[in-house]
């Protein structure tokens, strides 16, 4: 979730100070794709009324709600083995990826799973290469996949690819 500090931070939108008694509304960062049309959003807080009055408002409502619906606490499971992920340090996940349905990593959006059982998973391989593909594509701005794809290349060396 973004930081606020009252009387010191700023709404992104109209840039005035949040101030003690303001309604806030403020998002996780929940995109590492600066592509992305809600990138604005992304670990970002806003006076309530200056994100309600955006017109992209909608949108991060629905986006922070599929989020929520996939990776929040009590929607924790792997996606390999479909069993819960208790230990956060246990959990390998990638966030919100790419809009286009038609896309290979689009399948990836908010994929999770228990790193132990990456490392014995057969797709180990085709994910990495989905995810390199996505990095160097003019799909992808940014440095945020370049964490996830190392660990997975250090997944696949304990496998021995």
Not at 48 to 67: G, I, L
Not at 123 to 141: E, F, P, Q, V
């Amino acid at each position: 979730m973004s930081i606020v500090i009252l009387g010191r931070s700023h709404c992104k939108i109209c840039g005035r100070i949040i101030e003690e008694g303001d309604d806030v509304t403020g998002f996780p960062a929940f995109t590492s794709n600066e592509l992305d049309p809600l990138v604005f959003f992304n670990d970002a807080a806003f006076h309530t009324r200056c994100f309600d009055s955006h017109h992209s408002s909608d949108n991060v409502r629905n986006r922070m709600a599929e989020r929520e619906s996939k990776v929040g606490p009590q929607n924790r499971k792997c996606d390999i083995c479909q069993k819960p992920i208790s230990s956060y340090k246990e959990n390998f996940e990638l966030p919100y990826l790419i809009d286009e349905s038609g896309h290979p990593s689009y399948a990836l959006n908010y994929f999770q799973a228990h790193r132990g059982c990456m490392t014995q998973w057969s797709n180990l391989r085709k994910i990495h290469g989905t995810l390199k593909a996505l990095r160097m594509s003019d799909k992808w701005k940014g440095d945020g996949l370049d964490s996830a794809i190392l660990e997975i290349e250090m997944m696949m060396s304990k496998q021995g690819c």
